[in-house]
């Protein structure tokens, strides 16, 4: 079956680094997509990877391996409004996007 | 630029009645998706077109019908609703696939079904 894998919720500190991680099992592979969905809201676009290796993107990076079905989103100097959910997604050979239930991240000043 | 709406952004209906559940997008994108999220869940695709005049089930489809009668429409029904569609409904586009399905997506319309 498909499947995508992440935490339910991570805390952090304003300022500080955070990595979120998720692991994918999807029919052929077209690609990960890394969504932001803050509460009440829509989800928005953050990055697209389909190549190994690391994608930055001012203070977002997304990191993908495809050989392990692993990718993760790291947040650095982190804000009160990057606190939201982190959509993971992955595309199947069918074009169509697998979600994650979300990562709710939670920053604390 | 509107990008995608969607009406109406709140509704409640009692069981077995009927609504139309509309989106608009203005950006001529080709493909368009209606998704439903639940606490817990990752969303989870109903339908989705990918040009005027098609449609195709997505992961959950029962008890929804599409329509894309216009490129910049897409229309999602429920014909009898059950407390068991209550949920968040999205509405999404995108220029098609691969390297083009960044989705878009609208504000969300709230259903309740009592």
């Known amino acids: 079956g498909q499947n995508i894998d992440q935490p339910t919720e991570m805390t952090a500190t304003e300022g500080a680094i955070v990595q979120i991680n998720c692991t994918y099992q999807?029919?052929?592979?077209?690609?990960l997509f890394w969504y932001q969905q803050h509460a009440g809201e829509a989800p928005t676009f953050l990055s697209y990877?389909?190549l190994d290796g690391l994608e930055e993107k001012g203070r977002f990076s997304s990191f993908l391996s495809r050989s392990k079905g692993y990718s993760y989103l790291l947040l650095k100097e982190l804000q009160m409004k990057d606190s939201a959910s982190y959509l993971c997604?992955?595309?199947?050979?069918?074009?169509?996007?697998?979600w994650g239930a979300g990562t709710k991240l939670i920053i604390k000043p | 630029n509107a990008g995608v709406t969607q009406t109406p952004k709140f509704r409640v209906l009692k069981t077995g009645q009927s609504m139309t559940l509309l989106c608009a997008q203005d950006?001529?994108?080709?493909?368009m998706y209606w998704y439903r999220q639940d606490p817990g869940m990752g969303l989870r695709l109903i339908h989705y077109?990918?040009?005027?005049?098609?449609?195709a089930k997505g992961e959950v489809p029962d008890g929804y019908n599409v329509s894309r009668l216009k490129k910049q429409n897409f229309l999602l029904g429920l014909e009898s609703a059950a407390p068991s569609q209550t949920s968040v409904y999205f509405c999404?586009?995108?220029?098609?696939?691969?390297?083009?399905?960044?989705?878009?997506f609208g504000p969300g319309t709230r259903l309740t079904v009592l």
């Open positions: 997604a992955g595309m199947d050979s069918n074009y169509q996007l697998i």
């Open positions: 950006m001529n994108h080709e493909y």
């Open positions: 999404a586009s995108s220029k098609g696939s691969g390297d083009y399905n960044e989705q878009f």
């Open positions: 077109s990918v040009g005027e005049g098609t449609t």
């Open positions: 999807t029919s052929g592979f077209n690609g």
């Open positions: 990877n389909v």
